[in-house]
T-cell receptor, first 117, second 111 residues
Framework: DQQVKQNSPSLSVQEGRISILNCDYT??????FLWYKKYPAEGPTFLIS?????DKNEDGRFTVFLNKSAKHLSLHIVPSQPGDSAVYFC????????????????FGKGTLLTVNP | EPEVTQTPSHQVTQMGQEVILRCVPI?????FYWYRQILGQKVEFLVS????????KSEIFDDQFSVERPDGSNFTLKIRSTKLEDSAMYFC?????????FGEGSRLTVL
């Protein structure tokens, strides 16, 4: 039961260009979405999040866009740097809007981003 | 400096043995979580723990698993009788204002 889907297992971009990582979800109850970055043998590192009342959230080089009608979100990294090379996970949870989220996150399978110098 | 420290970083055990994984949050928090990632698969929720009680658990978290906070600081995950399929990275996490902060993980290898 893949409630959160990352259909691209890998993505390769050139340094300085934009990286766009996509995520789709099926559960309409999800109201809070997060992106994590993960290196091998390390824990996921929080990058950026967005609640369903917004359609965009920006933090430095990272911007997350949410299209609720399409149940789709994307992470944009501009400009991409070689140090951004990692696996990126999309995650979702529900109940956030009512202050009751228990942060039980449902993760996608991840997208391996490779930024080439 | 990590805000969540996990030990051991790697444990190898024989099938059927008990394993205890530990999580030490530096700050005093009420909400804790355990997640795991089997190699090549997605990160999966195991259990959430609030105010010294389990608040929610997944179908993965069966009778072989237990969590406790024995001394008010360490937060442990115990697997009573390990199976081959328990081999995974196990992540402890604490709740922040934005989401979950994960520890570095404990790799469990069951032979």
């Amino acid at each position: 039961d893949q409630q959160v889907k990352q259909n691209s297992p890998s993505l390769s971009v050139q340094e300085g260009r934009i990286s766009i990582l996509n995520c789709d979800y099926t559960n309409s109850m999800f109201d809070y979405f997060l992106w994590y970055k993960k290196y091998p043998a390390e824990g996921p590192t929080f990058l950026i999040s967005i609640s369903s009342i917004k359609d965009k959230n920006e933090d430095g080089r990272f911007t997350v866009f949410l299209n609720k009608s399409a149940k789709h979100l994307s992470l944009h990294i501009v400009p991409s740097q070689p140090g951004d090379s990692a696996v990126y996970f999309c995650a979702a949870t529900r109940g956030y809007g009512r202050g009751g989220s228990n942060y039980k996150l449902t993760f996608g399978k991840g997208t391996l981003l490779t930024v080439n110098p | 400096e990590p805000e969540v420290t996990q030990t051991p970083s790697h444990q190898v055990t024989q099938m059927g043995q008990e394993v205890i994984l530990r999580c030490v949050p530096i700050s005093n928090h009420l909400y804790f979580y355990w997640y795991r990632q089997i190699l090549g698969q997605k990160v999966e929720f195991l259990v959430s723990f609030y105010n010294n009680e389990i608040s929610e658990k997944s179908e993965i978290f069966d009778d072989q698993f237990s969590v406790e906070r024995p001394d008010g600081s360490n937060f442990t995950l115990k697997i009573r009788s390990t199976k081959l399929e328990d081999s995974a990275m196990y992540f402890c996490a604490r709740r922040t204002g934005s989401g979950l902060f994960f520890g570095e993980g404990s790799r469990l290898t069951v032979l």
